[in-house]
T-cell receptor, first 115, second 113 residues
């Protein structure tokens, strides 16, 4: 089954703890993205990466970190500096060329809650 | 800066009725426009997209959208709604460096039997 796999589906964070959300894709897409979704606010971009070993901050990067060591993997770490981490997190990937250039495809999401 | 406005937070329609979800955007050049649908607790599924050419685009599940440059709009339509269409719908605009998308706040659709 091809696509974008996010794990775990549900995650709980204790006070002061860092947690890492996994995002893996087998689409061979160049660009990957992390979004945060809160009720009534749509999706907001946290970080994105257009190539391996390079990534850029999005609109709400504070309290988050990422790495892009492999093309197929783009993990997101929610650090203890993120004071309001409870949200639904979505990972996306986008091809750099035809036929699906400029189309972002999404994983099923990870719901993070604070204990 | 680019932005997307979906004026209707909630819409309720009867099954079999027609549907129009509104989307207005702000973008400095020719935009790439998208409609996505999200079922509860799930990721986003692409319904349709507009890049260029014919301003009326067809998508999956019987949806269509019309790009109107003069009105900066990209409204989503369906002639007859099914109960399974109940979900949240997001309009998005992109096309800038990094191919980042800006999303609207979403419209939650409820379908009455």
């Amino acid at each position: 089954d091809g696509g974008i796999t996010q794990s775990p589906k549900y995650l709980f964070r204790k006070e002061g703890q860092n947690v890492t959300l996994s995002c893996e894709q087998n689409l061979n897409h160049d660009a990957m993205y992390w979004y945060r979704q809160d009720p009534g606010q749509g999706l907001r971009l946290i970080y994105y990466s257009q190539i391996v070993n390079d990534f850029q901050k999005g609109d709400i990067a504070e309290g988050y970190s990422v790495s892009r060591e492999k093309k197929e993997s783009f993990p997101l770490t929610v650090t203890s500096a993120q004071k309001n981490p409870t949200a639904f997190y979505l990972c996306a990937a986008m091809a750099g060329g035809p036929p699906n250039k400029n189309i972002q495809y999404f994983g099923a999401g990870t719901r993070l809650s604070v204990l | 800066a680019q932005s997307v406005t979906q004026p209707d937070i909630h819409i309720t329609v009867s099954e079999g009725a027609s549907l129009e979800l509104r989307c207005n955007y702000s973008y400095g050049a020719t935009p790439y426009l998208f409609w996505y649908v999200q079922s509860p607790g799930q990721g986003l599924q692409l319904l349709l997209k507009y890049f260029s050419g014919d301003t009326l685009v067809q998508g999956i599940k019987g949806f269509e959208a019309e790009f109107k440059r003069s009105q900066s709009s990209f409204n989503l339509r369906k002639p007859s709604v099914h109960w399974s269409d109940a979900a949240e719908y997001f309009c998005a605009v992109g096309g800038n460096a990094g191919n980042m998308l800006t999303f609207g706040g979403g419209t939650r659709l409820m379908v009455k039997p």
